[in-house]
């Protein structure tokens, strides 16, 4: 998730881009760049950093004129640096990107093959070679050079593209990464979103799927990939710049919890290998030979992926696990060494207990795993391997879509095992392979119903305590809710193993206390339902979270939340959207405030 920017007109457009840039640094914050063409060149000025670092270069280093682009990235392929920033530069060719190039390794041996250098590890600069070396193969102009240069390209992007040869002409392209075009008068602009234009125009086209936008001056030009032109009338926004940096949403939580398919399908981009029904780590490659157990340490949120890891990892690849709060293990002396696979997970790469437990596996020999969402932050920098979950960066303090693509970064992980202890057939991979690919489609669809579980909300929203039952891998999504739901209403709640309720929390059932029952299609339904017969029987409200088409459920529920079908070991990342839903729901209807609740912070860096 990155964010860009376009500008074309008469005014100077370094002050614009920067400023809509300012406006971006939410989308990614990494590195920033500029490229601006002025007599005949244009002049790339980036940095890896903060914004703040760009516009401190550029005051040494001006970049003037009246057309040119700019990012602000949240790093992907490649880690954090100059030489990856954008703009990247081939030729005459400036371009920026949004989104991963899903085929870029095979485009790159290709590319090298016919002798292109790079000068970076991006994914992006091999599009600005394509397009360089369209033009050299005979395209007449930019927009048939960049229009060649897509078919060539498969994954998520949004693309903008300029040419020193070519002065009065950006091209911009759109596949499932945002773009909007913004009219003026005498100037336009293309950006990822409203925000970064919103204080020059309102007047805005928003480009839609496989389609591409000419910006000149005098006007725009939209078409689609073959070059059949498209109109659209204009829309004028009538959004606050506060509202637009979330996306029309009222709050970041609200957004991101929409965002988990689109981060889902990017966590899953280039990771699956539907033609040996298995999938690829980036490249790294585990000895199983050598790992007896694996580990996994982590804290909060990431703490209950883990758990659910422990499902995925022991029943996929048969190999022993054992979960661990980071802040707990280093202080018990852990007996830990060489045969173990350490699994550390965070979102945001620089939690402290985290770092300091994965010290002391490494000085006991163990090898570590980071699953991170933060390129080259400080955990996956000390782990052994590292793999990135491509959530984009999480700006909610309470964790949607950052743990959503941990249980996918985790299931990939297990599938990986399981593959290589032999546990995993062939067969089953292929079904769980195919599972995964559909799930941001049965994402969207419960994202999408939020009508029925804002009624709920409402209804319970001023109860005092909530309860959250949940077997297996779904007792993990429970105490993932009472934590959800605590963070940012306030509201005591706990999550518990069902079959444990009968154990000591039956006593606090009365018919004040919702209970959220998670009791999806599997082997412990039947358990599950009766946990959930006790709860009614002493007159506790429940809401049970059932997989669609369950018709015995409702007779047992106060209320239902049904979700889609999928297999039983990725249940977890449908069943945890509801009650995501329900706790924003909640906290929405007491006025809580939600993105910062009181006490938090979004990175614990103190232990
Ligand atoms: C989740 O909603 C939290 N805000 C918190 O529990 C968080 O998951 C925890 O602090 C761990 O952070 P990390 O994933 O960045 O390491």
């Known amino acids: 998730m990155c964010g860009i920017i376009g500008y074309i007109g008469s005014r100077q457009a370094t002050p614009i881009l920067i400023g809509g840039l300012s406006k971006l640094e939410y989308r990614g914050y990494d590195s920033a760049g500029v490229s601006v063409w002025n007599e005949g060149a244009s002049r790339v000025v980036r940095c890896r950093g903060k914004l703040s670092g760009l516009v401190e270069k550029l005051t040494k280093e001006p970049a003037p004129g009246t057309m040119g682009i700019g990012h602000t990235r949240w790093a992907t392929h490649g880690r954090p640096s100059d030489e990856n920033s954008h703009p990247h530069k081939v030729g005459p060719i400036s371009v920026i990107h949004n989104g991963i190039i899903e085929n870029h390794l095979a485009l790159r041996q290709e590319l090298s093959a016919a002798g292109a250098k790079f000068s970076s590890e991006t994914d992006t600069e091999i599009f600005a070679h394509l397009v360089a070396h369209a033009l050299t193969a005979g395209a007449p102009d930019l927009t048939t050079a960049v229009r060649r240069s897509l078919l060539k390209v498969r994954g998520s992007y949004a693309f903008v593209v300029m040419s020193d040869k070519e002065p009065g002409t950006l091209v911009a392209a759109k596949n499932s990464s945002p773009l909007v075009v913004g009219l003026g008068d005498g100037e336009n602009y293309v950006a990822s979103d409203v925000t970064a234009i919103l204080s020059e125009t309102r007047r805005v086209i928003f480009v839609e799927e496989g389609e591409m936008v000419v910006v000149k001056r005098d006007g725009v030009t939209l078409m689609d990939f073959e070059g059949k032109v498209r109109t659209r009338e204009p829309k004028t926004i009538t959004w606050s710049a506060v509202q637009a940096e979330k996306g029309g949403f009222k709050h970041y939580m609200l957004k991101e919890i929409h965002e988990q398919p689109r981060a889902v399908a990017d966590t899953l981009v280039g990771r699956i290998d539907l033609e040996h029904d298995d999938v690829s780590l980036d490249g790294i490659e585990l000895d199983v030979s050598k790992i007896k157990r694996v580990i996994f340490i982590a804290c909060g949120t990431s703490y209950h992926a883990s758990m659910v890891g422990e499902f995925l990892v022991e029943g996929l690849a048969r190999i022993p696990v054992d979960v661990d709060f980071a802040s707990e293990f280093r202080y018990r002396d852990p007996i830990v060494g060489p045969g173990d696979l350490v699994v550390a997970v965070s979102q945001s790469g620089e939690t402290l ?42 700006i909610g303090v309470a964790s949607t879509k950052a743990f959503t693509t941990q249980l996918i970064g985790i299931a990939l992980l297990a599938i990986h095992l399981g593959r290589r202890t032999g546990s995993l057939s062939k067969e089953r991979a292929r ?177």
């Open 431 to 607: 079904e769980l392979l195919a599972e995964l690919i559909a799930l941001p489609n049965k994402m969207r669809d419960i994202v999408e119903s939020g009508a029925q579980i804002q009624a709920i909300a409402r209804r319970y929203g001023n109860a005092t305590g909530f309860l959250f039952l949940g077997r297996g891998s779904q007792f993990p999504i429970a105490l993932e809710g009472a934590l959800k739901l605590k963070e940012i209403s306030y509201i005591h709640a706990e999550g518990y193993a069902a079959g444990e309720m009968k154990h000591g929390p039956i006593a606090l059932i009365d018919e004040h206390l919702p209970v959220v029952v998670l009791v999806p299609r599997g082997p412990s339904y039947e358990k599950t339902v009766s946990n959930l017969a006790e709860v009614r029987a002493r007159q506790g409200k429940v809401i049970a979270i059932a997989t669609r088409g369950d018709n015995e459920i409702g007779g047992h529920s106060d209320d239902v939340i049904v979700i889609p079908d999928t297999a039983l070991e990725l249940q977890p990342i449908l069943t945890v959207l509801p009650l995501q839903m329900l706790s924003y729901y909640v906290a929405d209807f007491k006025g809580t405030d939600i993105d910062q609740p009181r006490n938090l912070a979004k990175s614990v860096t103190v232990e």
């Open 353 to 394: 207990d985290t770092m300091e437990a994965i010290r002391e596996a490494k000085k006991k020999g163990a090898q570590v795993f980071a699953i991170s969402n933060v390129v080259e932050a400080s955990i996956p920098r000390l782990a052994d391997h590292a793999f990135y979950t491509h959530a984009g960066p999480e």
